[in-house]
């Protein structure tokens, strides 16, 4: 939780020196801001894929990595500096009530026609994601249509409960079913995307946005998309 709070204080700051900094340069025919609230899903890597590998005493074999789709919200706030540069402030939450599995199988030779193999099933249920976002965000403003690309970096809280099963078939077989438990982490993230505003009046419009996203450490892979109403404030 400390380096949660940490983060929610970073971004707290850099929006008031930007707010603070921005107000002298913006250009009289750009919005001094804008707000996007809407829609978001998460294609979220939960657990990555295995690695496999084998030599005359052991093989490894992994399934691909664990994926599951999750819903929830997306909200950010623009500072324009002009038409074209904005500082963006990104959160989001994404949920899912569901889990995904990874199995990971590994042989060993125990001697003369003997052999064991080891099954652990890595399992993630019940994931809680929220991403903080930062960074800088570049618009071509087209009539109606405004296209924008940006680059933003930030903290993952990732909350999920996570279990292993493991089994054993060959000499002495075994199986253990482990308990699952709760975990949460914070980690640093990127946010890589872009996206399309459709002005539907003055100061609103509707945007479409997706981004690829990694998190745990840059680690994981992700997909996001969002979809809801922008407001354009002091334009």
């Known amino acids: 939780m400390r380096y949660f709070r940490c983060a929610s204080v970073l971004f707290v700051v850099c929006n008031l020196a930007v707010l603070v ?9 750009a919005p001094k801001a804008e707000i996007f609230a809407g829609f978001s899903y998460g294609n979220y890597e939960l657990i990555p894929g295995s690695s496999s590998f084998s030599n005359p005493d052991e093989t490894i074999s992994g399934s691909s990595s664990a994926r599951l789709g999750l819903y ?13 540069f904005s500082f963006a402030t990104d959160f989001n939450g994404l949920y899912s009530g569901s889990s995904a599995s990874n199995t990971t199988k590994e042989t060993l030779t125990c001697g003369p026609g003997c052999t064991e193999t080891i099954t652990i099933v890595d399992v993630a249920s019940r994931p809680k994601v929220h991403n903080f976002l ?6 071509y403003p087209r009539g109606k249509i405004r ?3 940006h ?3 930030g903290m993952e809280h990732l909350n999920l409960t996570r279990s292993e099963n493991l089994s054993s078939t060959g000499p002495g077989f075994t199986s253990i079913p ?9 980690e640093f993230a990127v946010a890589v995307g872009g996206g399309l505003d459709y002005s539907i009046k003055h100061n609103l419009a509707w945007r479409l946005e997706s981004d690829y996203l990694t998190g745990q450490g840059t680690a994981q892979n992700h997909i996001r998309v969002s979809t809801g109403l922008v407001w354009r404030l002091g334009k």
């Not at 482990?178 to 914070?186: E, M, Y």
Request: proline share 9%.
């Open 21 to 29: 900094f921005s107000v002298p340069v913006l250009a009289e025919d």
């Open 151 to 153: 680059f933003l970096l």
């Open 134 to 139: 930062f960074g800088p965000q570049f618009s």
């Open 147 to 149: 296209p924008f690309a």
């Open 72 to 84: 929830g919200w997306n909200g950010s706030v623009a500072v324009n500096m002009n038409r074209w």
């Open 178 to 186: 482990a308990l699952p438990a709760s975990a949460g982490d914070n």
